[in-house]
């Protein structure tokens, strides 16, 4: 796969300066590449690495040109269209369409046209999968599934009774979707199993990452809502909805009932109580404990920064021992009497 | 499927109040609920929405009788009763006995009455399967697993080498059970591994979420007993025991060689270190860090608030200068002299 | 399987003391092990228990050989010579060599001889398999990858296009290599995926535990050195490069682009951040937030000790109150004067 300079600036709408019959047939770092592949510059720390690319060429602002060594590629911003190059020079691997004979498809299931179901993928009574859709093998699809069209489940992806997606959904490897909530009522010291009964419901161009869990709800469903876009192994509960276009970085859980508002990021091994409200445009820093809801937009952290472990040792004794400083300070306060102020 | 009030009353050994032949057909919220289902109140502060309700049949106390506008069953414990009354209207869904024609059943397995193993499943030698229990599609049973009556292994469950489950166990899909341990012998500044020769024993009516996994025991067994309730993406590691009917919430990691008493609750996200005792009705708040043994029943926590950025950066750096606060105290406390207190 | 005492001592290039003609066909630990069974006694403070011990033998250290009931094997380092017996009398698994009928296998993959391919495999088109590898039931390979000799990939295991691994490298169920890193340009509010086109690259003697996942990388490589050893419910992100030896423990998450060094043992469920470089011969706590880069090697941690419930509420109040604390230090101490100090 190659384009010429002018063909991918037609396709990006992006301006392109120097050489406009020059091949581009790779993405490259700024570092590494050399002649035939494109790069992006985007951090101004790296300025020595533009002027020394190989590249053949850059896509950077024009407020950088002058420094760029070969053809340009000149947009607002480099790293989207970045992306967007790298794309076209590197689509996502075709399916043969077709059902293995491997695959265990259902009678009263209903496939697409152009969809690719892969060896050893079982796909259980009254499943709809729409066109161009791409199940990886060894998936398994439980009664009733709903599946838009061009999505794609890579392998070892289960999605549980009556699971809903929407178009363009990717998910990727050791995905569970739909499984049983965590709820338990108690009779006496024991527990008691609550059927889940409702379901999952993902929207359009959703992206899922390897080994996350979504859980369906116990009455009403589980929401991720378009756009989301969830690393690997985070972990949503039942009855949780995700906001439109909200991002969630690795091993994040998400507690039972919690609503995450749209356009939040919210960073890795984040844990998030259950029965909460997080606004919109909600950024939490990694390994935050959110333990009350979150009313306004803005950046929310918690935890204590590392120490070397004698450091750690003194700041943990005298964490424990907080009350007791507060209350010799007030002491001291008293003492000096009302005069000294 | 549907009861009539009074045979809900009956099933469930509550007091029916109004239409005894009212017929119900399915479990709603309060708010949601609609002619023909049941619901039930166990928050005093949603006693609006009680009063508001168009269930057919809500769940109560009887303290709370006066202000329901719909039949009623009466109990001391109506979330208890709902669940119940949720598992009569929603049986768990039949699985057709018999082993699918894809499935790979070694010829020294033994499999029980009434089971159903699905397509892709497979079992290997002397694997021994109860009656009535189901292995869901590709479902990996590694040799000599030995399993009891009336399981569910949804899908994609992996039982390595020896397990043993009792009867009635559910494991979601992606669960791995019986995996090596992380046993390492230093060899200067490389690693030997340690051979994991333990196995992995469930007790009766355990059950695990979707991706968790549970490691078998290096010389001896890892031990969940009877009861046991796992939610998703727990890590059990080596030689863990965990005691009858404790619950764990998800994303918690257990080191090696612990030990958890019986009826315990452990929050999402709790990380416990090796080597260490709980005791007996340990409640742990969600992400605490365990790092030495809990010899009380009680409620333990660990971690700091989440606060705005900018407030979260002064906190945490005057955290790291505790111990300067504390002497600049103790020297203040100094000079007042002993006269002055 | 059994040896005399004889041959393990020479097998281990250990001094056995005793009758050299037992028979041994067991390891068991020091309390449990009964005639026939080797043991070792690594711990002092387990003394009493090897006066009392009724193995066959006991590796120990010379000098504790006086308070040994029984034969013995003497060497500098008990507990490594105990994990090579254990490995002598427990040999992994043998899996008869060739491909099962129900595993698909491309026509262009190459699998080297003594291969086992297990049931429901499936290796995708060029593929290249090593001599005496073991692909265990359900693993999917997909496109061209590349796996050394004798290693296990042990069920459930998925390798995405183009991963590549060393010699010997075990692979526990449930695991995800190469799957798509979490790269996002934003557009707007929105995101748009950038194509994920790295590998990922295992040295020789990696181990990895179960249900962990490691992604590929956006433009060059994610690498795991040789000898690396994760536990389970690992999360590995893209371009992430972790050097040789080190060990991590269950349930941490490394984000984008950081390098950790050789030598390291990282506690559990460790969070680490992004674009960072961590040091060779660096120990992490369990739990430790690791925001920073580390360039000295020595041991680090993070967090507050667990308290009960109580008092974790004065604590962590107080914890937000800090910057008040101080500064009603600094007015105490302004108001004794210069004088007075």
């Known amino acids: 796969m190659s384009f010429t300079l002018a063909k991918l600036s037609e396709l990006t709408a992006t301006t392109a300066v120097g050489d406009a019959d020059c091949e581009i047939d790779r993405v490259e770092s700024l570092q590494q590449a050399t002649g035939g592949a494109i790069t992006f510059f985007a951090n101004p720390k790296l300025k020595q690495d533009l002027k020394r690319t190989r590249a053949s060429a850059v896509i950077l602002k024009e407020e950088h040109l002058e420094s760029c060594p070969s053809n340009a590629l000149l947009t607002d911003n480099p790293y989207l269209v970045f992306a967007r190059v790298a794309g076209l020079l590197n689509p996502p691997p075709a399916h043969a369409p077709g059902i293995h004979p491997t695959a265990v498809v259902s009678k009263s299931a209903t496939v697409g046209e152009g969809c690719s179901i892969g060896p050893g993928a079982v796909i259980d009574d009254d499943c709809v999968i729409g066109n161009n859709t791409c199940i990886g093998p060894n998936c398994c699809l439980h009664a009733a599934c709903v599946i838009g069209e061009h999505c794609r489940l890579v392998s ?127 950024t939490l820093g990694g390994m935050t404990r959110v333990g009350k809801s979150i009313e306004k937009a803005g950046t929310y952290v918690s935890g204590t920064p590392m120490q070397p472990y004698r450091d750690w040792l003194r700041s943990s004794a005298l964490y424990k021992k907080l009350g007791q400083l507060a209350e010799r300070v007030r002491k001291l306060e008293e003492q000096k009497g009302p005069g000294e102020s």
Chains 1, 2, 3 share one sequence.
């Open 156 to 282: 070892h992806v289960t999605l549980c009774e009556r699971t809903a997606l929407g178009q363009r959904v990717i998910i990727h490897p050791g995905v569970v979707v739909g499984s049983d909530g965590f709820g338990l009522a108690s009779e006496g010291d024991k527990w008691f199993k609550i059927p889940q009964l409702g379901r999952v419901r993902i929207g359009d161009d959703v992206e899922i990452g390897a080994n996350t869990t979504i859980d369906c709800g116990a009455l009403e469903d589980t929401v991720l809502e378009e756009g989301v876009k969830l690393d690997n192994q985070i972990q949503v509960a039942h009855n949780v909805r995700i906001g439109a276009h909200t991002v969630i970085a690795g091993c994040t859980g998400i507690s039972g009932s919690t609503t995450i508002g749209r356009f939040c990021k919210i960073g890795g091994a984040a844990a998030i109580g259950g029965h909460l409200r997080i606004a919109d445009h909600v």
